[in-house]
């Protein structure tokens, strides 16, 4: 069973420029979550998706960061304009259901210069 | 929210040592999950284990859910074992939020 993919792996931006991250949840996965993991940090919830909707987005900075789930599948996390303390490993993970086990993605490391 | 606290946040071995992770949380939970990340990033399902006990190979799991934590065990440690674990929970209600704890950074010493 082929696991969550996530790309790109590694991102350097400048500050004030756009980034999208991508991810790939398990076939038949309801649930998609996105974290991002400051150095040193646990992983942060910022949006969390059962199918296609949103169940929970409160700690997403909504000014710059935006994300969608097309058709209840892959889901694309953007970040415009991007700022120095974005700089982490964003994590996507999914599960069957919202209560059931998670699994991750190995990440995409961003840093922001 | 739910509240996740493990214990310790630090934790240094020599390589054969056996060792006891500690996850205490504040509510009832639908489910319990135990990661492990590399030093890569990659966090590695451990044990989904929302009661009861679970063994796989040097490593095992219990969950006391009316006592509110969990432990996980690592026995005969290996320097492979070095990284940062983490206990996640999901705590029901309507949108089975996924809630990290702060997780223990072990270092296993050949």
């Known amino acids: ?113 | 929210g739910i509240q996740v606290e493990q214990s310790p946040p630090d934790l240094i071995l020599q390589e054969g040592a056996n060792s006891t992770l500690r996850c205490n949380f504040s509510d009832s939970v639908n489910n319990l999950q135990w990661f492990h990340q590399n030093p890569w990033g990659q966090l590695i399902n451990l044990f989904y284990i929302p009661s009861g006990t679970k063994q796989n190979g040097r490593l095992s799991a219990t969950t006391v859910a009316t006592e509110r934590y969990s432990l996980l065990y690592i026995s005969s440690s290996q320097t492979t074992d070095s990284g940062v674990y983490f206990c996640t929970l999901n705590s029901g209600g309507s949108n089975y939020k996924l809630t990290f704890g702060k997780g223990t950074l072990l270092t296993v010493n050949p």
């Open chain 1, 1 to 113: 069973e082929a696991g969550v993919a996530q790309s790109p792996r590694y991102k350097i931006i400048e500050k004030r420029q756009s980034v999208a991250f991508w991810c790939n949840p398990i076939s038949g996965h309801a649930t998609l979550y996105w974290y991002q993991q400051i150095l040193g940090q646990g992983p942060k919830l910022l949006i969390q998706f059962q199918n296609n909707g949103v169940v929970d987005d409160s700690q997403l900075p909504k000014d710059r960061f935006s994300a969608e789930r097309l058709k209840g599948v892959d889901s694309t996390l953007k970040i415009q304009p991007a700022k120095l303390e974005d700089s982490a490993v964003y994590l996507c993970a999914s599960s069957p259901q919202g209560d059931t086990e998670a699994f991750f993605g190995q990440g995409t490391r961003l840093t922001v210069v």
